[in-house]
C-alpha cells in the first residue's frame, strides 16, 4: 500500500486534489518533498472529472427522487464551490475587477490583489452563475446527466489553465507557488487525451469543436488582455481563464444540440 500511495503519478493526482479543492490532504504523509504542480499538470483535467462527478451525482440523485431541475442545478453548483473554495470564481472576480478598471500594471495588480470586490468582479460572477445554471438546466433537458456535464466542464477549465499557461508568459506580479511553470509536452498530452476522450464519451464531434473554439477564443482575449495590462498571466488570470472556458465550452455543446431541447 505504502509503495502505491508513493507512486509519481499517484502523487500527482494528490498534490492536484490539494491545489484544486478544500478536500483535506495530509501531504507529509505521502511524500516528504514539496508537491510538483508542474509535473503534476498531466492529473488537472483528470481532477476536474473527479469534481464534476462528486458535485453531479448529488444534483442526479435528487433529479432521481423527484426535485425540481432547477434545484437539482443549483445543489450541483453550490456543492461544486464548497468542493472547490470557489477557487476560480476569486480569480474571475479578481480578473474582472483589475483588467476593468484599468491604468497601470501595478494598479492593476494591486486592485486584483485587493480583497474587496467591485462592480466589474460582482457583475462577472453574477452572468458567470446565471450562464452556468441555464446551461446546466438546458443540457439536463437535453437528457444529459449532471455528472457528465459537469465533470466535462470541469476537465475542459483545467485543460484550458495547460494551453494558456504555455502559450503565454508569467507577468512579473505572478505570485510564486501560484501559478505552474511551463508544461512539458508528455504532460501537455497525456492531459489533452484525458480530456479529449472523456469529451468525445459524452457529447457529439460538433458539439466538442465549437466548445472548443469557444475555449481558444477566450484564451487568446483573456490572455492577449493580461499580456498587455500585466505583462503577462498570473494565478487569477488562469483562475478566470478556467471558469470562462468550462462555460464558452458548454455553450458550445447546448447550440449544437439545441434541435433536442
Known amino acids: 500500500m505504502q509503495i502505491f500511495l508513493k507512486n509519481k503519478y499517484v502523487l500527482d493526482v494528490i498534490a492536484t486534489i490539494m491545489f484544486f479543492t478544500r478536500i483535506p490532504v495530509n501531504w507529509s504523509y505521502f511524500s516528504d518533498k514539496q508537491p510538483d504542480l508542474t509535473s503534476a499538470a498531466w492529473a488537472f483535467p483528470l481532477v476536474g472529472l473527479f469534481i464534476g462527478v462528486l458535485s453531479g451525482a448529488v444534483g442526479d440523485i435528487f433529479i432521481y427522487i423527484g426535485l425540481p431541475t432547477f434545484l437539482c442545478c443549483v445543489i450541483s453548483i453550490t456543492l461544486s464551490i464548497f468542493l472547490t473554495g470557489a477557487f476560480h470564481e476569486d480569480g474571475l472576480a479578481d480578473t474582472l475587477d483589475g483588467l476593468g478598471a484599468g491604468g497601470t500594471p501595478k494598479r492593476i495588480n494591486k486592485i486584483i490583489h485587493d480583497s474587496r470586490l467591485g462592480t466589474y468582479g460582482?457583475?462577472?460572477?453574477?452572468?458567470?452563475?446565471?450562464?452556468?445554471?441555464?446551461?446546466?438546466?438546458?443540457?439536463?433537458?437535453?437528457?444529459?446527466?449532471?455528472?457528465?456535464?459537469?465533470s466535462v466542464a470541469f476537465a475542459s477549465g483545467k485543460i484550458a489553465i495547460i494551453f494558456a499557461r504555455n502559450f503565454f508568459d508569467n507577468s512579473i506580479f505572478a505570485k510564486t507557488g501560484s501559478i505552474v511553470e511551463v508544461i512539458s509536452n508528455k504532460n501537455v498530452i497525456i492531459a489533452t487525451l484525458i480530456w479529449v476522450i472523456s469529451s468525445h464519451l459524452i457529447f457529439p464531434f460538433i458539439g466538442i469543436l465549437v466548445g472548443s473554439l469557444f475555449m481558444i477564443f477566450v484564451i487568446f482575449i483573456i490572455g492577449n488582455k493580461s499580456k498587455k495590462a500585466l505583462g503577462g498571466i498570473t494565478g487569477?488570470?488562469?483562475?478566470?481563464?478556467?471558469?470562462?472556458?468550462?462555460?464558452?465550452?458548454?455553450?458550445?455543446?447546448?447550440i449544437t444540440v439545441i434541435e433536442k431541447i
Do not use: K, N, P
Request: charge should be negative.
Open 122 to 150: 460582482v457583475s462577472a460572477l453574477i452572468l458567470a452563475y446565471l450562464f452556468r445554471l441555464g446551461i446546466l438546466l438546458s443540457l439536463v433537458d437535453a437528457g444529459y446527466s449532471l455528472v457528465s456535464i459537469l
Open 236 to 254: 487569477d488570470i488562469l483562475g478566470a481563464i478556467s471558469l470562462l472556458t468550462e462555460i464558452v465550452f458548454l455553450f458550445g455543446i447546448v
